[in-house]
């Protein structure tokens, strides 16, 4: 079965300093794909990083970057020099291949003081 | 436009009412989900639709009523709500089911009294 689990349900970080949103993994698939979904007030699910499972390197999308560690399961986001628009709701997701739904993780809240 | 849109971005109902969300995407995508989000839960994939037909249905009570005429548009048909229904429901589209990754909508505010 698959399991996505993610352990800080909230977190406060100052504006400028660089945050590490913590999402491990369980999964028998021999591939798989781990997504970070960043979720605002507004409720829009906003697509923000992936990583491929065979990937050789971590996969980085502007100030985002993701510290995939496959041996101990685990896809951190990490979010350099954070803004006050980066306070949302922050989800891990995995999907399995062959062909499998995704599932989510329960998500971090994150607040950006000033 | 945006990707994704939905309507209507909030909805109130009684137990006896019946409406519907509507869903629509111009990204050219194949497939498109529903996916309730309650309060304190992971996101729940509801219905699967690739090519207009449903390949997926999570064991979804049957006062929800998914409808996709076409690739780019989807309902949600909704009759005989229970109050635990009240939630935000998410409509998204990837390039095929379950391929991709998922680009969604702003959500439809479901709040059932």
């Known amino acids: 079965a698959q399991k996505i689990t993610q352990t800080q349900p909230g977190m406060f970080v100052q504006e400028k300093e660089a945050v590490t949103l913590d999402c491990t993994y369980d999964?028998?698939?021999?591939?798989?794909?781990l997504f970070w979904y960043k979720q605002p007030s507004s409720g829009e699910m906003i697509f923000l990083i992936y990583q491929g499972s065979y990937d050789q390197q971590n996969a980085t999308e502007g100030r985002y970057s993701l510290n995939f560690q496959k041996a101990r399961k685990s896809a951190n986001l990490v979010i350099s020099a954070s803004q006050l628009g980066d306070s949302a709701m922050y989800f891990c997701a995995m999907r399995g291949y062959p062909a499998s739904k995704i599932i989510f993780g329960s998500g971090t809240r994150l607040s950006i003081r000033p | 436009e945006t990707g994704v849109t939905q309507t209507p971005r909030h909805l109130v109902m009684g137990m006896t009412n019946k409406k519907s969300l509507k869903c629509e995407q111009h990204?050219?995508?194949?497939?498109m989900y529903w996916y309730k989000q309650s309060a304190k839960k992971p996101l729940e994939l509801m219905f699967v639709y690739s090519l207009e037909e449903r390949v997926e249905n999570n064991s979804v009570p049957s006062r929800f009523s998914p409808e996709c005429p076409n690739s780019s548009h989807l309902f949600l048909h909704l009759h005989t709500l229970q109050p635990e229904d009240s939630a935000l429901y998410l409509c998204?589209?990837?390039?095929?089911?379950?391929?991709?990754?998922?680009?969604f909508g702003e959500g439809s505010r479901l709040t059932v009294l």
């Open positions: 999964t028998s698939d021999p591939s798989y794909g």
């Open positions: 990204l050219g995508h194949n497939a």
């Open positions: 998204a589209s990837s390039q095929g089911a379950h391929t991709g990754e998922l680009f």
